[in-house]
């Protein structure tokens, strides 16, 4: 936990210095609209934009594998209760 810590202050401190080394003014062109805006801005509004799919795509990773596993201990307590009927028929038999 300490390293994820610690490995996100760095991250943080090396996007902030870069950063603050490109603040100056550039001209972006959203499709329909063109304007000028801080490369700040811009590079901040990126990462943001990013990081926001990435957890999109991790959750819906997620959301199936959680699917997945309901599944398996499903198919699991299937196979655990046909042996433990197969066990008992044969233990009876005896």
Not at 10 to 30: D, R
């Amino acid at each position: 936990m300490r390293w994820k810590l610690i490995g996100l202050v760095i991250f943080a401190v090396l996007v902030t210095i870069f950063t603050l080394v490109n603040s100056s003014i550039v001209a972006v062109n959203f499709l329909f609209v063109k304007t000028e805006v801080n490369l700040v801005l811009v590079i901040l509004l990126s990462l943001l934009l990013g990081m926001i799919l990435m957890a999109i795509l991790w959750s819906i990773y997620a959301w199936k594998m959680h699917g997945d596993m309901q599944k398996l201990k499903a198919e699991l307590s299937t196979l655990e209760n046909g042996s433990i009927t197969k066990d008992a028929t044969m233990n009876n038999g005896d």
